[in-house]
């Protein structure tokens, strides 16, 4: 009798210690994998990103308008070298350096700038920064607004030719300045927002040490056409000594490097992404968790959770650490540790030394955590490395809740079995051990178990019901897996792959928007009239076909078929995945899509033909209904396809692609369009159209 009350307490413990052990595995596993994705996506997040701004300044440097504006303003630059300056003229430019850019760069720079270092010295620096700064009637943060000064040059005609044209770029795209750079002299001879670093030289003026004159040396000694550099964060006196990122292409004229055309990097975007749009919990992230990303100095270069959420604490952990009173109020004044906090724990080392994993260590501030570390290498000469961390005691709350659990768990069954094994005689102790097997291999997940027990009791009849029971158990998991896969199969027929993802994982509502998509809206023309040449079936099955192909060809082209009504067809282009050419992929499947129907149209011998729509902008993407689902697109760029391809229908050339100016633009080269002057969107005003026929590319 106490072997068997021994065996039965050992028993319990051991199921209780199995269960925990596994169950801590399994959560511990969770957890590492959670962290791990999470710093993963981040940086594909951030390196998608620079890859997005690498070639859009490698475009707008080759750009017809951005090679006439840099000559442009190069000669008439040039022109004001030998310009007489009036000592008012001075005056009053030296008093905005001492009343508005001295008091500002004090706020982030050691020691005490004065107006002389800065000022500038040549004609031409002069005659500019009077004219679109001191006499510039906007504030300091709007001089941007001032689009030609009165001064009758014929440099300002030029600033007011092409002016908007920049300034819709840097505000588009949301950089904070663009500047044409002469690649001989070094002069800034243009910028979208007027600092003191305007047409000072990069080669000799007071910033000949910046990042910005960095960046010009390197692409001077690089001189091939589409190239591209950046220069990392770094303190930009013109900007009041904030953190200032720089992406550069040269700009040439037939084979004459004239130019480089600089961009400054905004910082808010890589906040945004490193954030989660400052969303931390909704990333998974709980009450402790974020990403962040650290320079090869082992300064930061992303934003602190901590200081958005809790800067008194923030401040005060700081304090305890103590870091120079001088750093914590260039914090405070910036709102942010970019250049300014260093990070130089364990996980930012190893990362820096090139490795890659995921520990228990202390985070920069101190306290132990759970940290997911890797290099990032964004360009030639930008590393940074990336982490994401959470608080061990947030991490590990889970499973210490499960150990309790379990614990407490145990201590009900030991006394309740012990009293039991005192009632229970040795012919019970085997069919229970069975028994126990048994409910052991069903809890590792085995369902076609059998029970034997050689008796013909209570314990038989309860082998026999537990045997019924593992093979109900056992068809039902059979049948519940045959009907998920049956599930997921007319669930992917019907919307994106992505939506059922989220679908199975139990999100409600599923609305998104996308600020970069392509939309295609076609419409089978005459093919409703040609039905009743045919039977129903022949009139089913000949659409069926038509719409095959048509996804077929989508999935060639990585294009998101989202809806077909009828003998109309939706699809998008960059929808769920950004993509840089996604204009270019609306428009093969659009070509595709001409001759696939050109090739049923003739094989049936009957009389139809389509007509597309291509329009790209932000849409809405959502999931509709609640017995039958539909994935559609909302807003106005959906609304703009449709209506261009109703347009096309009733105006245009049979089997024709009607594209909008913003799809026209980035193609022009590659595909042969013809004008179709302007259309009237309904409450929205003209539109300028294009008009592709099949077999319009150029190549």
């Given at each position: 009798?106490?072997?068997?009350?021994?065996?039965?307490?050992?028993?319990?413990?051991?199921?209780?210690?199995?269960?925990?052990?596994?169950?801590?595995?399994?959560?511990?596993?969770?957890?590492?994998?959670?962290?791990?994705?999470?710093?993963?996506?981040?940086?594909?997040?951030?390196?998608s990103y620079f890859n997005?701004?690498?070639?859009?300044?490698?475009?707008?440097?080759?750009?017809?308008?951005?090679?006439?504006?840099?000559?442009?303003?190069?000669?008439?630059?040039?022109?004001?070298?030998e310009q007489e300056i009036?000592?008012?003229?001075?005056?009053?430019?030296?008093?905005?350096?001492?009343?508005?850019?001295?008091?500002?760069?004090?706020?982030?720079?050691?020691?005490?700038?004065?107006?002389?270092?800065?000022?500038?010295?040549?004609?031409?620096?002069?005659?500019?920064?009077?004219?679109?700064?001191?006499?510039?009637?906007?504030?300091?943060?709007?001089?941007?607004?001032?689009?030609?000064?009165?001064?009758?040059?014929?440099?300002?005609?030029?600033?007011?030719?092409?002016?908007?044209?920049?300034?819709?770029?840097?505000?588009?795209?949301?950089?904070?300045?663009?500047?044409?750079?002469?690649?001989?002299?070094?002069?800034?001879?243009?910028?979208?927002?007027?600092?003191?670093?305007?047409?000072?030289?990069?080669?000799?003026?007071?910033?000949?040490?910046?990042?910005?004159?960095?960046?010009?040396?390197?692409?001077?000694?690089?001189?091939?056409?589409?190239?591209?550099?950046?220069?990392?964060?770094?303190?930009?006196?013109?900007?009041?000594?904030?953190?200032?990122?720089?992406?550069?292409?040269?700009?040439?004229?037939?084979?004459?490097?004239?130019?480089?055309?600089?961009?400054?990097?905004?910082?808010?975007?890589?906040?945004?992404?490193?954030?989660?749009?400052?969303?931390?919990?909704?990333?998974?992230?709980?009450?402790?968790?974020?990403?962040?990303?650290?320079?090869?100095?082992?300064?930061?270069?992303?934003?602190?959770?901590?200081?958005?959420?809790?800067?008194?604490?923030?401040?005060?952990?700081?304090?305890?650490?103590?870091?120079?009173?001088?750093?914590?109020?260039?914090?405070?004044?910036?709102?942010?540790?970019?250049?300014?906090?260093?990070?130089?724990?364990?996980?930012?080392?190893?990362?820096?030394?090139?490795?890659?994993?995921?520990?228990?260590?202390?985070?920069?501030?101190?306290?132990?955590?759970?940290?997911?570390?890797?290099?990032?290498?964004?360009?030639?000469?930008?590393?940074?490395?990336?982490?994401?961390?959470?608080?061990?005691?947030?991490?590990?709350?889970?499973?210490?809740?499960?150990?309790?659990?379990?614990?407490?768990?145990?201590?009900?069954?030991?006394?309740?079995?012990?009293?039991?094994?005192?009632?229970?005689?040795?012919?019970?102790?085997?069919?229970?051990?069975r028994l126990i097997s048994?409910?052991?291999?069903?809890?590792?997940?085995?369902?076609?178990?059998?029970?034997?027990?050689?008796?013909?009791?209570?314990?038989?009849?309860?082998?026999?019901?537990?045997?019924?029971?593992?093979?109900?158990?056992?068809?039902?998991?059979?049948?519940?897996?045959?009907?998920?896969?049956?599930?997921?199969?007319?669930?992917?027929?019907?919307?994106?792959?992505?939506?059922?993802?989220?679908?199975?994982?139990?999100?409600?509502?599923?609305?998104?928007?996308?600020?970069?998509?392509?939309?295609?809206?076609?419409?089978?023309?005459?093919?409703?009239?040609?039905?009743?040449?045919?039977?129903?079936?022949?009139?089913?099955?000949?659409?069926?076909?038509?719409?095959?192909?048509?996804?077929?060809?989508?999935?060639?082209?990585?294009?998101?078929?989202?809806?077909?009504?009828?003998?109309?067809?939706?699809?998008?282009?960059?929808?769920?995945?950004?993509?840089?050419?996604?204009?270019?992929?609306?428009?093969?499947?659009?070509?595709?899509?001409?001759?696939?129907?050109?090739?049923?149209?003739?094989?049936?011998?009957?009389?139809?033909?389509?007509?597309?729509?291509?329009?790209?902008?932000?849409?809405?993407?959502?999931?509709?209904?609640?017995?039958?689902?539909?994935?559609?697109?909302?807003?106005?760029?959906?609304?703009?396809?449709?209506?261009?391809?109703?347009?096309?229908?009733?105006?245009?050339?049979?089997?024709?692609?009607?594209?909008?100016?913003?799809?026209?633009?980035?193609?022009?080269?590659?595909?042969?369009?013809?004008?179709?002057?302007?259309?009237?969107?309904?409450?929205?005003?003209?539109?300028?159209?294009?008009?592709?026929?099949?077999?319009?590319?150029?190549?």
């Amino acid at each position: 009798m106490l072997m068997l009350l021994a065996v039965s307490i050992a028993s319990i413990l051991v199921i209780s210690y199995v269960g925990y052990t596994s169950g801590k595995e399994a959560l511990l596993n969770n957890i590492y994998y959670q962290m791990t994705e999470i710093r993963n996506s981040r940086a594909r997040q951030v390196q998608s990103y620079f890859n997005y701004v690498r070639n859009q300044a490698i475009t707008l440097a080759e750009d017809p308008t951005v090679v006439d504006a840099m000559g442009s303003f190069r000669d008439t630059f040039n022109q004001l070298e030998e310009q007489e300056i009036p000592s008012d003229w001075i005056s009053e430019l030296w008093l905005f350096y001492e009343k508005e850019f001295i008091p500002r760069l004090k706020v982030n720079v050691d020691g005490i700038p004065s107006v002389i270092t800065y000022f500038p010295k040549k004609a031409a620096t002069r005659y500019l920064q009077y004219h679109y700064i001191a006499n510039n009637p906007y504030p300091v943060e709007d001089k941007s607004y001032l689009n030609k000064a009165k001064d009758g040059s014929e440099y300002s005609t030029i600033h007011e030719k092409y002016h908007v044209f920049f300034r819709d770029i840097a505000t588009r795209f949301n950089y904070n300045n663009l500047a044409l750079v002469d690649s001989k002299t070094g002069n800034i001879v243009y910028t979208v927002n007027k600092g003191t670093g305007f047409a000072t030289s990069l080669h000799d003026g007071p910033y000949a040490y910046s990042g910005a004159a960095n960046l010009l040396e390197t692409l001077q000694n690089n001189r091939e056409r589409g190239a591209f550099e950046m220069v990392d964060f770094a303190p930009f006196r013109p900007n009041y000594a904030q953190p200032v990122a720089f992406i550069g292409s040269p700009i040439f004229q037939q084979s004459n490097l004239i130019g480089i055309l600089l961009l400054q990097l905004p910082v808010d975007e890589i906040n945004r992404i490193m954030t989660g749009n400052y969303q931390w919990k909704k990333d998974g992230l709980g009450q402790t968790g974020e990403t962040i990303l650290v320079g090869l100095d082992y300064l930061m270069r992303s934003q602190s959770r901590f200081l958005v959420e809790d800067p008194d604490n923030y401040f005060s952990e700081l304090n305890k650490q103590r870091i120079p009173d001088k750093i914590i109020q260039k914090i405070r004044a910036n709102n942010s540790p970019i250049l300014l906090q260093e990070i130089r724990s364990d996980s930012i080392k190893r990362a820096i030394n090139g490795q890659e994993g995921l520990a228990i260590l202390n985070d920069y501030r101190g306290i132990p955590s759970l940290i997911s570390y890797a290099p990032l290498k964004l360009a030639d000469r930008l590393d940074w490395v990336i982490i994401a961390k959470i608080y061990v005691s947030e991490a590990f709350a889970p499973i210490q809740l499960f150990g309790k659990r379990v614990l407490v768990t145990t201590a009900i069954l030991v006394p309740l079995v012990t009293l039991l094994s005192l009632f229970l005689s040795r012919r019970l102790v085997i069919p229970i051990y069975r028994l126990i097997s048994g409910a052991k291999k069903i809890t590792s997940g085995a369902t076609n178990v059998v029970v034997d027990v050689p008796s013909d009791d209570e314990f038989c009849h309860l082998a026999q019901a537990f045997n019924k029971m593992a093979r109900t158990i056992d068809e039902e998991k059979e049948a519940l897996e045959k009907q998920i896969r049956k599930n997921d199969s007319l669930l992917l027929k019907t919307l994106p792959a992505p939506i059922v993802k989220r679908l199975k994982r139990g999100e409600q509502k599923i609305a998104d928007k996308f600020p970069h998509v392509t939309v295609l809206s076609a419409n089978i023309v005459g093919f409703d009239e040609q039905c009743d040449l045919m039977t129903a079936e022949e009139a089913v099955g000949l659409l069926n076909d038509i719409v095959s192909a048509f996804d077929d060809a989508a999935e060639r082209h990585d294009v998101e078929k989202i809806s077909t009504v009828g003998t109309s067809y939706l699809a998008a282009s960059g929808l769920f995945l950004p993509r840089l050419d996604r204009d270019k992929g609306a428009i093969e499947l659009a070509l595709e899509m001409l001759r696939i129907v050109r090739g049923f149209s003739q094989e049936s011998h009957l009389d139809f033909e389509i007509r597309i729509g291509i329009y790209s902008g932000t849409v809405i993407g959502g999931l509709l209904g609640k017995t039958k689902l539909i994935y559609n697109l909302l807003g106005n760029t959906a609304k703009i396809a449709r209506f261009l391809m109703i347009v096309n229908s009733v105006e245009g050339k049979p089997n024709s692609i009607l594209v909008s100016q913003n799809v026209y633009e980035p193609l022009q080269d590659f595909y042969k369009f013809s004008s179709m002057g302007e259309i009237e969107i309904p409450e929205q005003g003209k539109l300028a159209v294009w008009l592709l026929r099949d077999g319009g590319s150029k190549k």
